[in-house]
């Protein structure tokens, strides 16, 4: 099995910054495509951001794609979500999620972290 374990939320300011962290372990990390995704209150959870084994391609949700960057080390079994411009829109629990393939829907993925919170004030 693998396990993630995300960090890094918090509450901040409208414009400020913040990187989460999702830690992997059980299995090697390089042979799962990573990714965000972020569920608001009375909302469906819905893509963020996805990179693949190796780092080489990356997507991202309009929303989001300009303002957050997705990153991975495999050699620390670590990805990261690097948000920037964060506005009250953004507003969500953060999951950090694996899979064998690389896709932008929630349900291709196997292995979920139990998510981290941010809250942007106005």
């Known amino acids: 099995q693998l396990q993630l374990v995300e960090s890094g939320g918090g509450l901040v300011q409208a414009g400020d910054s913040l990187r989460l962290s999702c830690a992997a372990s059980?299995?090697?990390?390089?042979?799962?495509?990573m990714a965000w995704f972020r569920q608001a209150p009375g909302k469906e959870r819905e893509f963020v951001a996805v990179?693949?084994?190796?780092?080489?391609?990356?997507d991202y949700a309009a929303s989001v794609k300009g303002r957050f960057t997705i990153s991975r080390d495999n050699a620390k079994n670590t990805s990261y979500l690097q948000m920037n411009g964060l506005t009250p829109e953004d507003t969500a629990v953060y999951y950090c999620?694996?899979?064998?393939?690389?896709?932008?829907?929630?349900?291709?993925?196997?292995?979920w972290g139990q998510g981290t919170q941010v809250t942007v004030s106005s």
């Open positions: 999620a694996a899979a064998l393939r690389y896709g932008v829907g929630w349900s291709s993925y196997d292995y």
């Open positions: 059980g299995r090697t990390v390089s042979n799962y495509a």
């Open positions: 990179i693949s084994r190796r780092g080489y391609n990356t």
